[in-house]
């Protein structure tokens, strides 16, 4: 299939991105499925399989071996040519629909043997960097409402998240129906960009789509109750020996990533706002210098986690409609709405009172 000028310089913007991110990017931590997965759908669309490979500049051996590990960079090179090579914009569903929960490796099995539903969702957030490392998962629950949401960790180019966002979120969906048998009442895919034409294609497969929508992510409305009930492929000893596999490859494979997802999991916002530095390098047991050097080797600042918590935060705060959105911004730290208002349109691209209203129907 043909691609145009417009898709083609989706190669040349995602090189230019990628050149632009810290080292960590080129740390060779990602299984070679999903870039394989990439490829068969793009090769199914017409695309050739060796000039995709050279435009990535990716030798076969490596993507082929199913015990071979790429970078960051190299998924994400390999993702925007397989879209400009396929010519399909909704390339992204395709590949997200052709993958089991088998195909997530140890993390895979290990959702397959929970006891339940909120049993796997916990497994999924605690093991997410084996297997979504550049992307954040954030799920919020309230009441009868839950959604499951995708943030890039990078500023990759927004053609190219949407193509990476569709395809998670698809194969996220598919390991739901496979795990539970009856899904609460509404369930729907919400991206941020554009319907991509020929969608309607997938429209039809898949639960509700909703595109330029201010977050992206899966939303889960109805009857949460069956998030408790017990799953029919429930192993206790599966998941022990799965959860086993999943802890040695953590420490083997991202030992550095580990002080970001604790400094994540402890930014939480108290009755005295969320914690400085010094607290958290406190409870890291470091120096505030070496704990600023560890981030930084990472690619990312204090500051940079702290806007992505008030921005996570934010989202579930503004759930509530009780909640005014002037105690809102005094709980995320703000010194005035003002400032809250910009900073969470520079996220959404909305204000707070119209992401509410639009998050609500």
Known sequence: MASDSKTDSLIAETRERLDAMPGWISQQTQSSTYPRAFLAAAEARGADRAQMLADAGLDAQRVEDPEGRLSLREVWMLAAVTRVRSG???????????????????????????????????????????????VQLLVNESDNDMFMELVPECALPPRLVDLMFSSIATSMF????????DLPGTAEIWLQGPAPDGVETWQARLPTLRFSMPRAGIHLVGDLSVMDQPLATANPEGLRAAVAQCERESALSDPGGDVLRRVRAMLLAGPDGYPSPVMLAERLHMTPRTFRRRLQEQGFSYQQLLEEARRRDSCQLLRDPEREIRRISDQLGYLNPANFTRAFKSWTGMTPREWRQQSSH
Do not use: K
Not at 100 to 110: E, F, K, Q, R, V
Not at 174 to 181: C, Q, T, V
């Open 174 to 181: 598919r390991g739901m129906e496979f795990l539970i048998r």
């Open 88 to 134: 399909d914009p909704t390339l992204g569903f395709a590949c997200g629909d052709s993958m089991p929960l088998t195909a997530h490796g140890n993390l895979g099995y290990a959702l397959l043997c929970a006891g339940t539903p909120r049993e796997a969702v916990g497994l999924l957030q605690r093991f997410w960097h084996l297997r979504g490392r550049g």
